[in-house]
């Protein structure tokens, strides 16, 4: 099966802010944090069970349950900068 995968750059933000992913497919997650401002060194998700220190220019990949439909969000450690994966049927 194949493997559904994101890059996702991490500077003042997360870029993309939106992750579509098909339900039922693996998929991962890499960010990759290019800026050392602000509170973007964590990257966390309540509801897709991951939470990653993101050392600066060093990508961090996360495996990503994609057994149920729906909006999924993740943030940094201090919940000001928001992103979100989007897994549809």
Excluded: W
């Amino acid at each position: 099966m194949t493997k559904q995968t994101a890059n996702i750059t991490v500077d003042g933000g997360y870029q993309p802010a939106t992750v579509v992913l098909t339900q039922g497919t693996p998929a991962e997650l890499t960010f990759t944090r290019v800026n050392d401002a602000g509170c973007l060194d964590q990257v966390h998700s309540k509801t897709l069970c991951f939470s990653r220190a993101l050392p600066l220019n060093q990508p961090q990949t996360v495996t990503v349950d994609t057994s149920q439909a729906g909006e999924f969000p993740f943030s940094c450690g201090m919940d000001m900068f928001f992103g979100k994966v989007v897994v549809k049927p």
